[in-house]
Nanobody, 122 residues
Framework: VPLQAFGGGLVQSGGSLRLSCVVS???????IGWFRQVPGKEREKVSC????????VYADSVKGRFTISRDNAKNTVYLQMNSLKPEDTAVYYC?????????????????WGQGTLVTVSS
């Protein structure tokens, strides 16, 4: 499993969490991103980073609250989530690809990490 996601949990509305996605080995990835899913609802692309350009993409619903970043020395991509809202409650998945960029539908990426549950209480 080349991706491992950590950091989910229970937090009150307005609080913060940081998700981590650890990339195992050297995979020469073109993009790493996060999407979320709530049972019975459509998947939502949350954020993505193009690894070569360093450009980032955010869903409108999280702009200004979430920040994606990477630490190349630790082979880790982070999703800092601030000002969390109950509607952010979901299972968050880290995904990555060797060929596609962040314009793509990221849940079709080749590599998936396990989901991590984020629960925001009101």
């Amino acid at each position: 499993v080349p991706l491992q996601a950590f950091g989910g949990g229970l937090v009150q509305s307005g609080g913060s969490l940081r998700l981590s996605c650890v990339v195992s080995g050297t995979l020469d990835l073109t993009a790493i991103g996060w999407f979320r899913q709530v049972p019975g609802k459509e998947r939502e692309k949350v954020s993505c980073i193009n690894t070569y350009k360093g450009s980032t993409v955010y869903a409108d619903s999280v702009k200004g609250r979430f920040t994606i970043s990477r630490d190349n020395a630790k082979n880790t991509v982070y999703l800092q989530m601030n000002s969390l809202k109950p509607e952010d409650t979901a299972v968050y998945y880290c995904v990555a690809d060797r060929h596609r960029n962040c314009d793509y539908t990221i849940w079709l990426y080749h590599f998936w990490g396990q989901g991590t549950l984020v629960t925001v209480s009101s």
